[in-house]
């Protein structure tokens, strides 16, 4: 069964059909979060307007770590098993996580400074989201550095699996260590800590970006399928020989 | 104009909010307009490939070897 | 499909060495990765005046005293012990009574005399007047009063 998604003809005409739909979802979901937290939703009672930096930092965060996930799940399924689009889905995946945890550590700065009045300290989510960072770069130079592109995703693989320890010590760093940054709001025990004005820009949001997230990764999967095809013609023709 | 310059300043804060939105915005969409142009650039170089290979309509480089 | 189990047998123990691995460092180093004391770490620990380190705690209600020269005297606790700190310069937004707060610095004579004081907040977010609403009607779990 497994096998039937993990061709790419087979995704190449899933993803026609999905894509406007994923596109359209994510324009939506924008409109509706930008509209709910930049308009339609009240201030905090401590933090007032900044608390409007959450509904971006945050979905950042989450998709910094989810895509992390996709990315050492589609490794290990592409060591494992070999399936042609695993790798293809890891490779893809990578750039989007990076920019996502590129704007939790730039969006959780900007909010740092008025609200903890620092940019940047060293505690542990903070740290362990800068090591984030790292991985997915350290992924994407691995999986380039080598000339022959099996062995270049066989080693970054890897790197993205031993990396992926990093992923619960983020979730849990502000339970099991004192840190500047607050333990978490959502995500807990007994139930979410965010009154329902603030808690749905911020679902929205997060949705927006998810949906965001397939939509480029459909795309750079295709880009990632053509380029393979690419690769494979070009041996084929210098095989036979080129006759100009 | 009161109100709006009022909104901007978000209980002045806007110095920090604005900026986060707006670098959010250029890198969601400066990795959206990248990741097409690189879809549409594999397509085309795969399209002249496999058109120059079957020999339907040959691509550039053949054509200009025939013109000379 | 023998080769296939064979690597997954293989991630799998190397995850879970790794995660044994990670475990143990991190708890070896927990020294180092704790970003701050608390006010009954730094009575328990016995730390000796002239380290420098930070304090982590909420700013006792009604211990702020803003004295002339900027120096802004309060207390922070942990709802157990309480130290005096001393601190001059500007204090961040969120810095009120029954925030919390850390701040960096050296213990001298029994008074933590801070450099730098960073404000931390909680994870609960709500509008003020649901936050002035809850505190009439007594039903606030929040520390702040």
Same mark, same amino acid.
């Given at each position: 069964?497994?096998?039937?998604?993990?061709?790419?003809?087979?995704?190449?005409?899933?993803?026609?059909?999905?894509?406007?739909?994923? #596109?359209?979802? *994510?324009?939506?979901?924008?409109? #509706?979060?930008?509209?709910?937290?930049?308009?339609?939703?009240?201030?905090?009672?401590?933090?007032?307007?900044?608390?409007?930096?959450?509904?971006?930092?945050?979905?950042?965060?989450?998709?910094?770590?989810?895509?992390?996930?996709?990315?050492?799940?589609?490794?290990?399924?592409?060591?494992?098993?070999?399936?042609?689009?695993?790798?293809?889905?890891?490779?893809?995946?990578?750039?989007?996580?990076?920019?996502?945890?590129?704007?939790?550590?730039?969006?959780?700065?900007?909010?740092?400074?008025?609200?903890?009045?620092?940019?940047?300290?060293?505690? #542990?989510?903070?740290?362990?989201?800068?090591?984030?960072?790292?991985?997915?770069?350290?992924?994407?130079?691995?999986?380039? #550095?080598?000339?022959?592109?099996?062995?270049?995703? +066989?080693?970054?693989?890897?790197?993205?699996?031993?990396?992926?320890?990093?992923?619960?010590?983020?979730?849990?760093?502000?339970?099991?260590?004192?840190?500047?940054?607050?333990?978490?709001?959502?995500? +807990?025990?007994?139930?979410?800590?965010?009154?329902?004005?603030?808690?749905?820009?911020?679902?929205?949001?997060?949705?927006?970006? *998810?949906?965001?997230?397939?939509?480029?990764?459909?795309?750079?999967?295709? *880009?990632?399928?053509?380029?393979?095809?690419?690769?494979?013609?070009?041996?084929?023709?210098?095989?036979?020989?080129?006759?100009? | 104009?009161?109100?709006?310059?009022?909104?901007?300043?978000?209980?002045?804060?806007?110095?920090?909010?604005?900026?986060?939105?707006?670098?959010?915005?250029?890198?969601?969409?400066?990795?959206?307009?990248?990741?097409?142009?690189?879809?549409?650039?594999?397509?085309?170089?795969?399209?002249?490939?496999?058109?120059?290979?079957?020999?339907?309509?040959?691509?550039?480089?053949?054509?200009?070897?025939?013109?000379? | 499909?023998?080769?296939?189990?064979?690597?997954?047998?293989?991630?799998?123990?190397?995850?879970?060495?790794?995660?044994?691995?990670?475990?143990?460092?991190?708890?070896?180093?927990?020294?180092?990765?704790?970003?701050?004391?608390?006010?009954?770490?730094?009575?328990?620990?016995?730390?000796?005046?002239?380290?420098?380190?930070?304090?982590?705690?909420?700013?006792?209600?009604?211990?702020?005293?803003?004295?002339?020269?900027?120096?802004?005297?309060?207390?922070?606790?942990?709802?157990?012990?309480?130290?005096?700190?001393?601190?001059?310069?500007?204090?961040?937004?969120?810095?009120?009574?029954?925030?919390?707060?850390?701040?960096?610095?050296?213990?001298?004579?029994?008074?933590?005399?801070?450099?730098?004081?960073?404000?931390?907040?909680?994870?609960?977010?709500?509008?003020?007047?649901?936050?002035?609403?809850?505190?009439?009607?007594?039903?606030?779990?929040?520390?702040?009063?």
């Amino acid at each position: 069964m497994f096998h039937r998604f993990a061709n790419p003809t087979r995704f190449l005409k899933l993803a026609d059909v999905i894509q406007p739909w994923i #596109a359209g979802a *994510t324009l939506v979901l924008l409109g #509706a979060g930008l509209y709910f937290g930049l308009f339609a939703s009240p201030p905090d009672y401590q933090q007032g307007e900044t608390v409007r930096l959450m509904y971006i930092h945050v979905p950042s965060a989450w998709m910094a770590m989810f895509c992390y996930s996709a990315l050492a799940g589609s490794c290990a399924v592409a060591l494992i098993w070999k399936h042609p689009l695993a790798d293809l889905a890891a490779r893809a995946t990578a750039p989007i996580g990076a920019a996502f945890t590129f704007l939790a550590l730039v969006t959780g700065s900007l909010w740092g400074k008025p609200m903890w009045g620092t940019w940047w300290v060293w505690d #542990a989510r903070l740290t362990s989201m800068l090591v984030l960072l790292f991985l997915y770069l350290g992924y994407i130079a691995l999986n380039n #550095a080598f000339d022959d592109p099996q062995r270049g995703s +066989k080693s970054s693989a890897i790197l993205a699996l031993v990396g992926f320890v990093n992923v619960p010590i983020i979730k849990f760093s502000v339970d099991w260590w004192n840190t500047l940054h607050q333990p978490a709001s959502v995500v +807990k025990m007994g139930g979410p800590s965010i009154h329902a004005d603030i808690l749905l820009p911020l679902l929205l949001m997060a949705a927006a970006f *998810t949906t965001y997230y397939l939509w480029v990764l459909l795309i750079r999967i295709r *880009t990632e399928v053509a380029l393979g095809k690419i690769r494979a013609r070009q041996m084929q023709k210098a095989q036979t020989g080129y006759k100009g | 104009m009161e109100t709006i310059s009022q909104y901007l300043n978000m209980g002045g804060h806007g110095g920090f909010i604005w900026p986060a939105y707006i670098i959010v915005f250029v890198v969601m969409v400066a990795l959206m307009i990248v990741s097409r142009r690189s879809l549409k650039n594999a397509q085309e170089e795969l399209e002249t490939l496999t058109r120059g290979a079957d020999g339907r309509s040959p691509d550039r480089e053949t054509t200009r070897e025939a013109e000379q | 499909m023998k080769r296939k189990h064979k690597r997954l047998t293989f991630v799998f123990i190397a995850m879970l060495l790794l995660g044994a691995a990670s475990a143990l460092m991190l708890s070896a180093f927990e020294e180092n990765i704790v970003f701050f004391y608390s006010p009954t770490d730094v009575k328990e620990k016995k730390l000796t005046d002239g380290k420098r380190i930070r304090l982590g705690g909420l700013v006792e209600e009604g211990s702020v005293k803003k004295s002339d020269g900027a120096i802004v005297m309060f207390r922070i606790t942990d709802l157990t012990t309480a130290l005096a700190v001393s601190y001059k310069g500007i204090l961040p937004d969120l810095f009120r009574e029954g925030q919390g707060v850390i701040a960096e610095g050296k213990l001298q004579g029994g008074v933590f005399k801070a450099d730098e004081v960073l404000a931390k907040h909680d994870e609960t977010y709500m509008p003020p007047e649901i936050a002035e609403a809850l505190k009439k009607s007594g039903q606030w779990k929040g520390k702040e009063k």
